[in-house]
């Protein structure tokens, strides 16, 4: 191993340098450790060091739960206290580089996810002249429940702080501090969409990236305030900071899963996502579609935005002893005159999937072709697209498949079990140049023009990549009014 140093603001970090020229520090703090009185409260910038601080192994990952059995992408569990911590991959660590920069978020719910998957190595964006950074956050119960006595919003404070940290420093690796595009995919992606309308993010990126984005509906604080006031009933713990500080990790996921269990207590909380990033009214002034789809929120900021065709699509429906089909749709949000024209639809891929299909189509497709719509409306830069080709493992363009196409990482760990052992390349190439060339220029190439109230032009990603006008009609008539 070459060994690589950089100083960054707070002191030394000592990375390697990889077979193929580019350079990756891990585990870099950008905040202190959020344990003792520090464990809900706000990101504390990182004491300074003086020796250099080993930064060639990912450093811990907020702990979740394992969902080995139902997460898609490899998501290592790595202990210890110091979560608030990111990677750094750089093809260059000259100042003067000037190299644009992608600032990952990963997904997981706001539970789970972990930044140390290899599928978020920033080998080929570094191959193309691009800095990427992957950051790590407070999840669950540390980030997102409402608490009385602590701020609110702790994880999107996290990631504030993380760019934060990416402006002052970035420069150091060879990336430009103002060509910073954030992204992420899942609760990453709905993380890009909070930062578009979170006044405290702006000016920290220029570009945004959300892929399959999720965001919770509704997100009102007395949305939140209702989810705190069910944590206590169901554990008899309060939802206070002084209460839960020094619980440990497994007792406090205990605490959450309790909270998380399904139940007719629940009633007036959304379905999915319960602990997410909400409206505070201060950190974030309003809920996030309202502020993408009726406000100004991200108005200046180019955004890349999509979905797969059949996210949850493999999601079972309840029993034969549960709701039926039209009902279910109904608890979705689907208007009861919709539920016939949402059936029909859908009615080639069977009735097993309609409610599956239901929660890809509530959840990512139709807020994401929302705010392109609105975004079109106000002639905001907008590029939108599905990613459509379908998996020979199990038939579908499932949650999470798109992402070793878009990162150019069909040899990495777990791809072949989602993809199959042909993979197509063509595809990998599209997308990741797409990828770069919006991180680069802020437009994802020629080939892809804006999405307009015009032609609606929408990226198919697909084993010929190709551009449709208004392919998406159908979601937009049955989900929008």
Known sequence: MTVASVTTTRGPVRGERRADGSLRFLGIPYAQPP???LRFAAPVPPEPWTEPLDATAYGPTAQRRPFADVTTIPEPSIPGAG???????????DPEAGLPVLVWIHGGGYVAGSAASPWYDGTAFNRDGVVLVSLGYRLGIEGFLHLDDAPDNRGVRDWIAALEWVRDNIARFGGDPAKVTVAGQSAGGGAVQTLLAVPAARGLFRGALSVSGAVMRPDGPEVARAASRLFT?????????????DLSDDELLDLQDRLGAPGPDREGLPPLLSLAPFADGELIPEPVLDALTTGDAGADVPLMLGFTAHEFNAFPAPGPDGPPVPVLLGALGLAEEKVAAFTKAYAADGQDTLFGQALTDVTFRAPSLAVAEARAASERPTWLYEFRWESPVNGSAFHCLDLPYAFDLLAAEGVTAVAGEAPPRALADAMHGAWVAFVRDQDPGSSWSRYT?????????????????????????????
Do not use: Y
């Open 35 to 37: 344990v003792g009185d």
């Open 233 to 245: 009933a169901r554990t008899g713990v309060p939802a206070t900071a002084a209460a839960l500080r």
């Open 83 to 93: 979560v608030l911590n990111l990677n750094v991959f750089t093809p260059d660590t």
């Open 453 to 481: 109230t015009g032609d609606r032009a929408t990226m198919l990603w697909d084993a010929e990549p190709r551009v449709e006008n208004d392919p998406l009609a159908q979601v937009r008539e049955i989900w929008h009014d």
